[in-house]
């Protein structure tokens, strides 16, 4: 029967017989552990709107991929060849000292808010740009 209080189930219980971190899935109708890193909660964060840019650099010279309003967070895919490096708002540089450093293949995730994300890499690499409002 769905939507049993809490309070009629069984919290779970490690190998000793002590509680372990957990929520109470309401849906499920049971509890489920918490996953998160170092014991703490597993946070997901939602926006309303996604914006999505792809571009090929050309190689040394500084992209700008601008988004039509602020956004809160960006995911960057490198598809490749080749590093890139990037930042928010900001001029990027070839191995700058402020900027991110994306290997080929790999993708970062950033929560800054802005509007332009600036990218330069030593090749004509792809790259992949969602913001997130």
């Known amino acids: 029967m769905k939507g049993v209080a809490y309070n009629t189930k069984a919290i779970l219980k490690d190998k000793d017989g002590k509680p372990i ?18 014991g703490g909660n ?23 991929l601008i988004f039509a309003q602020a956004c809160e967070a960006f995911d960057i ?15 990027a540089e070839i191995g700058g000292a402020g900027d991110v450093l994306v290997p080929e293949g790999a993708a970062y995730s950033l ?19 969602v913001g997130y409002r």
């Open 21 to 38: 971190p957990q929520y109470f899935d309401e849906v499920a109708d049971d509890y489920k552990p918490l996953l998160g890193e170092g």
């Open 42 to 64: 597993r946070v997901a964060q939602y926006y309303s709107t996604k914006e999505a840019k792809r571009q090929t650099l050309t190689p040394n010279q500084e992209a700008v």
């Open 77 to 91: 895919l490198n598809i490749g060849p080749g590093d890139i490096y990037l930042d928010i708002d900001s001029s």
């Open 111 to 129: 929560q800054v808010k802005g509007t332009a994300v600036h990218v330069i890499g030593d090749y004509a690499a792809v790259v992949q740009c």
